[in-house]
């Protein structure tokens, strides 16, 4: 391990939230240029910071994710992006090159996957990895050399903010989820859990293999 710092910067979901985010900006000749002004904002705030030694872009890529085959209905319900937002991707694309911040994005992965990826591969070549996601998904990956940072929100999420968060440990998360599912990917959860019962079942049992064994769901 050495003395400096990584960040992984989910480049996607800064797009999203940026544009979400700000009002609508326009260029000269009209073309919306709102989450092109957020994203350009946020990494050069990344950029400034004095322990941001090293530095990486996690980006979805156009084609499916490998979950779509294994779960035809992921993601079903997701719109297509905005119009205004659509002419965004190709300049931020463009302004990220010019930028020379390296970035990764791989064919049927999602930049959760990359970030996930990079974070266990490399953890113990930085002193410490700081994940930049608004993604409730990447709370599993955090732990006592891992932070996830909301930088629309300026939160840091260590261990016991994301139990003050979501009512879980970061190991508890993928088992939670399991329990509530997800709405934004068209995920289903167990029928009849709602996420006070998903806590408090974890709480008592500490994971689902426990909470299936207690109800005789699989046998010893």
Not at 73 to 91: D, G, M, S, T, V
Request: hydrophobic share 40%; with cysteine.
């Amino acid at each position: 391990m050495n003395s400096e710092n990584l960040y992984i910067v989910d480049v996607s979901s800064f797009i999203f939230r940026a544009f979400y985010a700000i009002r609508m900006l326009n260029a000269p000749d009209g073309t919306p240029v709102n989450a092109v002004y957020g994203v350009l904002t946020m990494l050069m705030k990344i950029l400034q910071k004095p322990d941001c030694h090293h530095i990486v872009l996690a980006q979805d890529s156009k084609e499916k994710s490998f979950r779509s085959q294994i779960y035809e209905a992921y993601k079903a319900n997701r719109q297509e992006p905005p119009e205004e937002l659509r002419p965004q991707f190709k300049i931020i694309d463009d302004l990220l090159d010019v930028m020379g911040v390296a970035r990764i994005k791989v064919p049927g992965q999602e930049a959760d996957d990359i970030i996930a990826t990079i974070s266990k591969k490399y953890k113990h070549q930085f002193k410490h990895i700081y994940i930049v996601s608004g993604d409730k998904d990447l709370f599993q990956l955090v732990d006592d050399t891992t932070t996830m940072i909301d930088t629309m929100k300026d939160i840091h999420y260590g261990v016991n903010e994301v139990k003050a968060k979501i009512g879980v440990y970061p190991h508890q998360v993928v088992d939670y989820l399991s329990l509530v599912g997800d709405s934004s990917d068209n995920v289903p959860g167990v029928k009849g859990i709602g996420e006070k019962g998903a806590i408090k079942l974890i709480e008592e049992f500490d994971s689902l293999e426990n909470i299936l064994k207690s109800n005789n769901i699989i046998s010893n």
